[in-house]
């Protein structure tokens, strides 16, 4: 997913600050990515 999407999400004005909350490269947060997504637009097709 895009930082740009996340900072919408977020409502934050700047990027910088998305850049604080987000690091997926934990599993979790991956998981939780996919799983924001999928809800807001539906999962990937495969």
């Known amino acids: 997913m895009s930082i740009h999407v996340i900072q ?3 409502g934050h ?3 910088s600050t998305t850049r604080r909350y987000v690091q997926p ?3 979790l ?3 939780a990515v996919t799983r924001i997504g999928g809800a807001l637009w ?3 097709e495969t």
């Open 25 to 27: 490269t934990d599993p």
């Open 8 to 10: 919408r999400i977020l």
């Open 29 to 31: 947060t991956t998981d």
């Open 13 to 15: 004005a700047q990027l």
């Open 42 to 44: 539906g999962s990937p």
